[in-house]
């Protein structure tokens, strides 16, 4: 049985080496609020507010653009409600903390911090404190996601654009499915989603981004149904 | 405005976080569904992965040599035999920067 502690550093550990993306992110996010001529405070308080890299960088190019409040906020609702589908998968490992404690740690689940804990999670579904580990890879991403935007809103874009380091985050991705293409069921999940959202890219409000889940996850429902 | 704009966005995020793990009770899922989610990863994550290498900034598909294609190819490979997350995102990001810079 691990402690809360043991467990709050594998998930440190879990979601370091994803660091490689989410600090060069961190900073163009940041810039890119300044260089659009945003108050560099507001840019800054969305890292706290909103918490959420794609989403954040929509929002300051459509308010820039001259985009509606109400086109604003409603993107960053479609981008966003792929968390849904992560805390529907997690509920099953939070159910028995308190109503609080489960908003608390709400606030923190993010994409990568969510995958390396839903990882660990199913191969350690007895321990106790389970969430100690999805706090440590939350808390994580919090902190270098505050300080990276902070340093792109402080130095301006300083990583040279030359290095096309934006490349990182679809390895960062990689990195984290390339296991499951050993299983057919999931490479098939994986080719619908990425075909879709290739397909439905132009699609308003960046809505592709969960349009192609929810195509993935009924063409995974079939593949079970067939399965058995 | 715009400090408005963003706590309502920041209400709605979180909001998005919170109502399936505090909000909706997991029986209410069925047996069907909660087997379903063991694709959530494999469902949204190329979500990620397919526009970031197959599209460019301006919105356009890239060309068949694109060095990101290459690259991607090579984090894959390194990926799945390694099982390493570093080597996989490194791997991918120096054989990229091998094209574009020395070839």
Known sequence: ??????????GFLAVAPHMFSVIPFGIICGAIGIELGFDPV???????????????????QLLSGG??????VTSVGVINSRHLLYGAVLSEYLEKLSFIKKLLISYIVVDQGFAE??????????????????????????????????????LGSFVPEELGLKFAI?????????????KIDHVIVMITCGLSSLLFFDAPFKS????????????????????? | MTWSTIIIAGIVTYFTRMTMIALVDRDL???????VLAYVPSAVFPAIIFPGIF???????IEINDPKIFGAIIAILVGYFSRNVIATILSGLSSYWVIIFLL
Not at chain 2, 29 to 35: D, P, T
Not at chain 2, 55 to 61: A, L, R
């Open chain 1, 1 to 10: 049985m691990l402690t809360k502690t043991q467990l709050f550093s594998k």
């Open chain 1, 42 to 60: 507001l840019v800054y308080a969305m890292s706290i507010i909103i918490f959420g890299g794609a989403s954040q960088i929509v929002f300051l």
């Open chain 1, 67 to 72: 985009a509606s409040a109400l086109i604003a």
């Open chain 1, 117 to 154: 804990s839903n990882k660990f999670f199913m191969k350690n579904r007895s321990e106790h404190h389970l969430h100690y580990h999805l706090i440590g890879s939350g808390v994580t991403l919090w902190i270098f996601w505050q300080l990276s935007t902070l340093a792109g809103i402080v």
């Open chain 1, 170 to 182: 679809p390895l960062t991705f990689i990195a984290i499915v390339v296991q499951d293409l050993k």
């Open chain 1, 208 to 228: 592709y981004i969960i349009i192609s889940p929810i195509i993935a996850l009924f063409v995974g429902a079939l593949v079970l149904k067939l399965k058995k």
């Open chain 2, 29 to 35: 899922l069925g047996e069907k569904v909660k087997e």
């Open chain 2, 55 to 61: 599209i460019n900034d301006y919105g356009t598909f």
